[in-house]
């Protein structure tokens, strides 16, 4: 099945800086969304992108589905951004999707 | 209100017993599904439904079962609990015309001891 990978594992910044994240996927794929996972556990869609790029306030994400990777960027970060980032990925009609294990964010005050 | 609810949030039960867990939404959507989130980890699939009549087995289905009573209603059930099933459980919705975007309840802590 298909593999989606993300990196890093951890990150930890200060407030105030901006982070890259990402996420590669090992076939092609019809349905990429980006979750924020909060520190007590609620999951929220942030960016349904399977190509191009798409900016929400101080977040945005690119696909490169041709490269099989997206980029979560996060500018200006705040100590609200911090919790856990998936990305998931779909492949098929049957529109199952597969989580990535997340990238770990947090922002020292 | 809540668009995807879950009852229970919280649940300890010991091995061997059976328990369910349910999901409801008033979002509309066709499409529903059950993930476990272990720590440190993803969130992997045990079973998704189309619509009443639908169901199908996610990438960790054992040990779990599922019914569709309705389009807004969808339970999963630990028949035998065991204590590698402690994990937090989540529903999600989608809608096509919504491309598929995944909204999630709030999750429920279970602990099987």
Redesign the interface.
């Known amino acids: 099945g298909i593999q989606?990978e993300q990196s890093p594992p951890d990150l930890i910044l200060q407030e105030g800086a901006n982070s890259t994240l990402r996420c590669n996927f090992s076939d092609s794929v019809n349905?990429l969304?980006w979750?924020h996972q909060n520190p007590w556990?609620?999951?929220?869609?942030l960016f349904?992108i399977p190509s191009g790029t798409k900016q929400n306030g101080r977040l945005s994400a690119t696909t490169v589905a041709t490269e099989r990777y997206s980029l979560l960027y996060i500018s200006s970060s705040q100590t609200t951004d911090s919790g856990v980032y998936?990305c998931?990925v779909?492949y098929s009609s049957?529109?199952?999707?597969?989580?990535?294990?997340?990238t770990r964010l947090s922002i020292r005050p | 209100d809540a668009d995807v609810t879950q009852t229970p949030r919280n649940r300890i039960t010991k091995t061997g017993k059976r328990i369910m867990l349910e999901c409801s939404q008033t979002k509309g959507h066709d499409?529903m599904y059950w993930?476990r989130q272990d720590p440190?980890?993803?969130?992997?699939?045990i079973y998704?439904s189309?619509d009443v009549k639908d169901i199908?087995k996610?990438e960790i289905s054992d040990g779990y079962s599922v019914s569709r009573q309705a389009q807004a209603k969808f339970s999963l059930s630990l028949e035998s609990a065991i204590p590698n099933q402690t994990a937090?459980y989540?529903c999600a919705t989608?809608d096509?015309a919504e491309?598929?975007?995944?909204?999630?309840g709030?999750?429920t802590?279970l602990l099987v001891l």
């Open positions: 989606v349905n969304q979750f556990g609620q999951l929220i869609n349904y998936f998931a779909g049957a529109s199952k999707i597969i989580f990535g294990s997340g | 499409r993930y440190g980890l993803g969130l992997r699939l998704y189309f199908n996610g937090l989540f989608s096509a491309r598929e975007t995944q909204y999630f709030p999750g802590r």
